[in-house]
C-alpha cells in the first residue's frame, strides 16, 4: 500500500497533507507516530507521521464501476477477479451493456483506463494493477472473432503477396492481430499513423 512520511506540528496537520496529497479520504489512512520532539518550553515541537493507505483499491474499483451504473439509472452485476498483480472487472448491465461498449469499443476502453486509475491510486508503484474491464463477455467474443479475422487476412496476404490495412482497431484490439501472426514465417504486422487514426498493416515478408 501507499505511504509516507509527514513532518508536522500536529497529527491534524499531517492528515489534512496526506487527504490532499493522495486524494483520498481520511478513513481511507492509518497513521502513526514515529517520533515526536518536544522543543524548548513547548516551542518548536513536531511529530513525524507515517500515514499509509488501509483500503483495498480494487474494491474500490468495483464500487466505482457501481456508481457509474447508479448514476446512469442502470442495474446490474458487475464480477471482480484479482490474480496477483491483475484485477478483472466483468459488468453484465443488461441493456445498457451497449452504452458501455461504445461504437469500436471507445466507452469500454475509455471506462477501463478511468478504473486503473482509481485502483492505483491506493497502491505504490512497485504494487500498481494491470486492470481489465469487459462488458458482458465482449471482449472474449470480439477476440475471436479478430483471430480467425487475422488467420484469414494472413492467408490471403501469403497467397496474393499484396499488402492489407485494417482500419478502425483500437490498440487493444491491434494487439490481439500482432500477437496471432506474430510467428507466421511468410506474412509480419506493424502498425503505422497516429491516434485515434493509427492503423494496421499486414504485409508479406520478403
Do not use: C
Request: aromatic content about 8%.
Amino acid at each position: 500500500m501507499k505511504s509516507k512520511v509527514y513532518q508536522t506540528r500536529t497529527m491534524e496537520e499531517a492528515k489534512e497533507l496526506a487527504v490532499k496529497e493522495f486524494g483520498l479520504k481520511e478513513s481511507d489512512f492509518d497513521f502513526k507516530i514515529l517520533e515526536e520532539k518536544k522543543g524548548f518550553l513547548g516551542l518548536g515541537r513536531s511529530i513525524m507521521v507515517e500515514a499509509t493507505v488501509v483500503v483495498d483499491g480494487t474494491d474500490k474499483g468495483k464500487e466505482y464501476l457501481q456508481t457509474i451504473l447508479e448514476n446512469n439509472g442502470a442495474k446490474g452485476f458487475i464480477e471482480k477477479k484479482v490474480r496477483g498483480d491483475h484485477v478483472s472487472y466483468n459488468i453484465d448491465a443488461g441493456d445498457f451493456n451497449g452504452y458501455l461498449i461504445g461504437k469500436n469499443a471507445r466507452n469500454l476502453t475509455s471506462l477501463q483506463l478511468l478504473v486503473s486509475i482509481v485502483v492505483n491510486n491506493y497502491y505504490s508503484a512497485e504494487e500498481a494493477k494491470t486492470v481489465t474491464v469487459d462488458v458482458g463477455g465482449y471482449k472474449k467474443r470480439r477476440e475471436q472473432t479478430l483471430e480467425r479475422m487475422a488467420v484469414q487476412y494472413g492467408k490471403q496476404v501469403a497467397r496474393t503477396k499484396q499488402k492489407i490495412q485494417l482500419n478502425n482497431l483500437n490498440a487493444y484490439e491491434r494487439k490481439i492481430i500482432h500477437k496471432k501472426l506474430s510467428n507466421w514465417k511468410d506474412v509480419k504486422t506493424y502498425s503505422v499513423g497516429d491516434e485515434p487514426h493509427r492503423n494496421l498493416v499486414i504485409e508479406p515478408k520478403r
